[in-house]
């Protein structure tokens, strides 16, 4: 899931200044876990924005804010609120940011949110960054632990010498990845497999944004 946090409301309002009428879109997916687009905020936002002397138009919660033409369908249903407002405030990340972009050419839209990263909920509202999105996966010479995201040096074969304890050397609140990936390898008695693997210098060219993906078959003619 891709992990947001609410951005500050002083600096939203700033950016906001110039308008009047508002209509809010959440998200019922990854916002909504994290707390920072689902209907108890989108309510809350509607109600700060009001204290402030905002209008809002209306809202809704997007089943999926970053999905363009789902998102578009949705909003079939509040055209009249979605026309009246000056201004359209997304509470999902910044894909559903721009997915109102796309939707509404001719109006602002603002983020509500920071995106921070993919990751986990690991404990109830604790999330933990886990993919980096490399787009070459080396988690099955790992054991299904990620080493270029969890080690904070991204190393590929092995500890670095700072590890003690089996904490790690640059945030010690943190087991270091390769202590966890060699335990997890032990327990699946795949030591000798990781010892004979060498991971080859990443070829980053497979991160290179802006990246596009179409999964569409191609037609026969
Ligand atoms: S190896 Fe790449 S794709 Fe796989 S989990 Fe790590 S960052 Fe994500
Ligand atoms: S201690 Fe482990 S996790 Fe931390 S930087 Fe070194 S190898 Fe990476």
Redesign the pocket.
């Given at each position: 899931m891709i992990i947001t946090k609410k951005r500050d409301f002083q600096e939203l309002l700033d950016n906001i200044r110039d308008y009047k009428s508002f209509f809010l879109i959440g998200c019922s997916e990854c916002a909504s876990l994290c707390g920072t687009g689902g209907e108890n905020e989108v309510k809350e936002l509607a109600e700060a924005l009001r204290a402030e002397g905002k209008e809002v138009t209306g809202g809704i919660v997007a089943k999926t804010g970053c999905q363009v033409l789902g998102t578009k369908k949705e909003l079939k249903a509040y055209k009249d609120a979605v026309n009246s407002a000056e201004c359209i405030l997304v509470m999902s990340c910044g894909a559903g940011t721009q997915s109102a972009v796309e939707l509404f050419g001719d109006k602002p839209v603002y983020p509500t949110n920071d995106s921070l990263f993919l990751g986990n909920m690991t404990r109830f509202q604790v999330f933990d960054e886990?993919?980096?999105?490399?787009?070459?996966?080396?988690?099955d010479k790992t054991g299904g632990i990620?080493p270029?995201?969890t080690c904070p040096k991204g190393l590929l074969n092995g500890p670095c010498g700072g590890m003690k304890d089996g904490r790690c050397e640059v945030s010690p609140d943190i087991p270091c990845a390769w202590v966890r990936i060699y335990e997890r390898m032990k327990k699946l008695d795949k030591l000798d497999e990781l010892a004979e693997s060498v991971i080859e210098v990443k070829d980053w060219s497979t991160a290179q944004s802006p990246r596009a993906l179409s999964t569409r078959e191609k037609k026969e003619k």
């Amino acid at each position: 899931m891709i992990i947001t946090k609410k951005r500050d409301f002083q600096e939203l309002l700033d950016n906001i200044r110039d308008y009047k009428s508002f209509f809010l879109i959440g998200c019922s997916e990854c916002a909504s876990l994290c707390g920072t687009g689902g209907e108890n905020e989108v309510k809350e936002l509607a109600e700060a924005l009001r204290a402030e002397g905002k209008e809002v138009t209306g809202g809704i919660v997007a089943k999926t804010g970053c999905q363009v033409l789902g998102t578009k369908k949705e909003l079939k249903a509040y055209k009249d609120a979605v026309n009246s407002a000056e201004c359209i405030l997304v509470m999902s990340c910044g894909a559903g940011t721009q997915s109102a972009v796309e939707l509404f050419g001719d109006k602002p839209v603002y983020p509500t949110n920071d995106s921070l990263f993919l990751g986990n909920m690991t404990r109830f509202q604790v999330f933990d960054e886990r993919c980096s999105m490399c787009g070459d996966c080396i988690l099955d010479k790992t054991g299904g632990i990620c080493p270029i995201t969890t080690c904070p040096k991204g190393l590929l074969n092995g500890p670095c010498g700072g590890m003690k304890d089996g904490r790690c050397e640059v945030s010690p609140d943190i087991p270091c990845a390769w202590v966890r990936i060699y335990e997890r390898m032990k327990k699946l008695d795949k030591l000798d497999e990781l010892a004979e693997s060498v991971i080859e210098v990443k070829d980053w060219s497979t991160a290179q944004s802006p990246r596009a993906l179409s999964t569409r078959e191609k037609k026969e003619k």
